[in-house]
């Protein structure tokens, strides 16, 4: 290699594609990449301390890789550009779209390359940030791409920026093809623009270590050709060995076929019902008609992956059992592919690998669902950007249901429909809010994973689990009702705990009774017109022919915040505990959580922002 900022010889270079790039678009960009080829110095990131990765756009040029710091509350962020052009902005933004984002650009005039902390306003124009929070740390050339290191504090108290937290990240990023002769002359309405959700705080938790007679067992798509079109599911049915005794799982990982890591966007296993002792054989899309009719209620969750995941490992105490008396003998893996291009012909044979073992931990690991029963009474007005329903598992439930020492939460999948966009799941003890078990603020419906918890949430007798769930309908000209459908809605939660009690599902609804009262007093103010005349109509016909203004919204609201509820404490297969759950009170909170103080890292140059000049003098130091 010749000396850096001497090299001037393309020949030299070993990327065919930077070639290419460069030929496209003439002197001015050759001198660009010969300014960054000679800030290279020093030796790539290693895996170890960049542990996380995730590919960003469906060809596979984009790459970023990252570590947290949570000691420094900082994020390490490296960005991989294969074949770059003229550069590119990465960022984020509270649902993933390219308008009032938080971004990095990497970009050139035609003479000199830059690198800058900026944002975008509503119409998609970048503007450089006064407050520069992301710190640009190396610049290299690999044979790979060229890769570029920064690092970025959660939380910087800058407006402009976004707040990294907990649970969904929607990460967008767009590619420049020509020099731009400001950060203000780039639109990202004419860029190549996407986005990619990811999980970026993940817990720091270390991974128990594996029991000596562990086996695995993989359960994945046969060799399929992927269908060439955006959307599929695919399902495969899994017959366990006749015989096959009880296990516990104790953990689980992804295998994702290579060269399809920007296709297959998420995996779960299903287990059928005990009851259920044959399924036939089937790997197809799931909507295709050949598809065996009961394989629908295998839906009991044994693992899930989604895109950007790592190994799913339960607590050293406990395991999932699988196997043996009382289960079904048949799995059903679900797999979703995302082909947003519509490739043709690409084969694939991801599945999960389960690690297990017949050596029986302490405890049973239990999935307990909370949050709201799927039924029609709990519904969300159209054109609503953030309306609210709640689901409560009371004190009165986990009095008689939980055991004396209690249960310990680990791990949770929230779960909604197409309008959800925030849930949390908030404990609740002698009526003060006392930890949060699960929150994310910038949910998506199409990004589902099973999250350990940071730190493992003890719930004791008593205790009221509180779930509540935000929705746009935005786009809806009816009522969303609560249902099974797509476009009906669900507030979930799926907690993963030990040790596993009889208790399945603690979830709420608001009294029907009550919900007629709703009806009743929208049509005495609605001139006394009956809002639905037929003899005997549905919650959602009567939900249907409300009209929706400020007043009907409010007293909705209203109700749902006062309304008597109807408490399901429910066994598996729909059995209750004993007890009245009818005409319950809601639980009362009479002192919240306080909101973490934001951490405002020191400002570390008060002289005006400018963007980095990405030059020879500069990196040679
Ligand atoms: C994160 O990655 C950076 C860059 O590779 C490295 O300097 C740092 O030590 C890493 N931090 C942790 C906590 O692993
Ligand atoms: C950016 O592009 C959008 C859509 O083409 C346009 O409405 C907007 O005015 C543009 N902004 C600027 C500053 O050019
Ligand atoms: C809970 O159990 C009751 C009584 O068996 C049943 O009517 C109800 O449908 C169950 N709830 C759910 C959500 O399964």
Not at 120 to 128: F, K, M, R, V
Request: glycine share 6%.
């Amino acid at each position: 290699m010749q000396a850096p900022g001497r090299c001037c010889h393309w020949a030299s270079l070993p990327s065919p594609s930077v070639w290419e790039a460069a030929s496209m678009y003439g002197t001015a960009v050759a001198v660009f990449l010969v300014i960054l080829v000679a800030a290279l110095q020093g030796s790539a990131p290693t895996e170890s301390r960049l542990p996380y990765h995730i590919p960003l756009d469906p060809e596979g040029f984009l790459e970023l890789s990252w570590n947290i710091s949570y000691a420094q509350e900082a994020i390490d962020f490296q960005l991989l550009v294969r074949r770059l052009k003229a550069g590119v902005l990465f960022g984020m933004s509270d649902r993933g779209k390219p308008e009032n984002a938080d971004l990095v650009v990497l970009w050139t005039d035609g003479d000199t390359a830059y690198f800058a902390d900026a944002w975008s306003d509503q119409n998609g124009q970048i503007h450089l940030d006064p407050q520069q929070d992301y710190q640009l740390l190396q610049v290299q050339r690999t044979p790979e791409g060229l890769v570029l290191l920064f690092k970025r504090p959660f939380g910087t108290c800058d407006p402009k920026d976004y707040l990294i937290e907990d649970g969904t990240v929607h990460l967008v990023y767009g590619i420049l093809e020509k020099p731009f002769q400001s950060l203000e002359a780039i639109n990202t309405s004419g860029l190549r623009m996407g986005l990619q959700r990811v999980q970026l705080l993940k817990p720091d938790i270390p991974n128990p270590a594996l029991p000596s007679d562990t086996y695995t067992m993989e359960i994945h798509a046969p060799n399929i050709r992927i269908p060439s079109q955006e959307t599929t599911y695919w399902c495969h049915v899994k017959e366990l060995p006749k015989g096959f005794p009880r296990h516990h799982i104790v953990m689980y990982e992804p295998i994702v076929t290579k060269g399809n890591e920007g296709l297959v966007h998420h995996m779960e296993v299903f287990q059928c019902p005990p009851e259920m002792d044959s399924v036939p054989y089937f790997s197809g899309p799931c909507d295709s008609e050949k598809k065996p009719d009961n394989l629908n209620y295998c839906r009991r969750v044994l693992a899930a992956w989604a895109l950007g995941a790592k190994a799913f490992y339960y607590p050293e105490e406990a395991g999932l059992a699988f196997g043996g008396p009382g289960s079904s003998r048949y799995l059903r893996l679900e797999i979703h592919y995302h082909n947003p291009l519509v490739k043709e012909g690409q084969h694939d044979s991801s599945g999960i690998r389960l690690y297990y073992t017949p050596t029986l931990r302490r405890f049973d690991a239990g999935i307990m669902e909370l949050g709201l029963v799927y039924t029609p009474v709990m519904a969300i007005p159209p054109q609503e950007t953030d309306f609210v329903l709640t689901g409560y598992c009371t004190d009165s439930c986990t009095q008689l249901a939980l055991p004396p020492s209690g249960i310990h939460i680990f791990a949770s999948q929230l779960h909604t429909h197409l309008a959800g966009r925030k849930v949390v799941t908030m404990l609740v003890r002698d009526g003060r809010e006392w930890e949060i078990v699960n929150q994310d603020n910038h949910y998506s419906p199409q990004f589902q994973e099973i999250r350990m918890l940071k730190k493992v949430v003890s719930v004791h007798r008593g205790d009221v689990l509180i779930t509540s769930c935000t929705y746009n309908t935005e786009d809806r000209k009816q009522a969303t009702v609560g249902g099974f459908g797509i476009m009906e809605e669900m507030c979930v939660n799926y907690v993963h705990y030990y040790p596993q009690t009889e208790l399945e599902l603690c979830k709420s609804a608001v009294d029907a009774g009550f919900l007629q009262e709703f009806f009743h007093l929208i049509n005495r103010f609605n001139g006394g017109k009956e809002v639905c005349t037929c003899p005997q109509p549905s919650i959602p016909q009567q939900f249907a022919s409300v009209p929706w203004n400020s007043f009907s919204r409010k007293v909705l609201q209203a109700l749902y915040g006062f309304a008597p509820i109807s408490m399901h404490c429910n066994k598996s297969w729909a059995v209750h505990f004993q007890g009245e759950w009818n005409l319950q009170p809601l639980p009362k909170v009479i002192s919240s959580l306080e909101a973490p103080t934001p951490q405002c890292p020191p400002r570390q140059c008060p002289s005006p922002a400018s963007p980095a000049i990405i030059s020879i003098v500069g990196d040679r130091g």
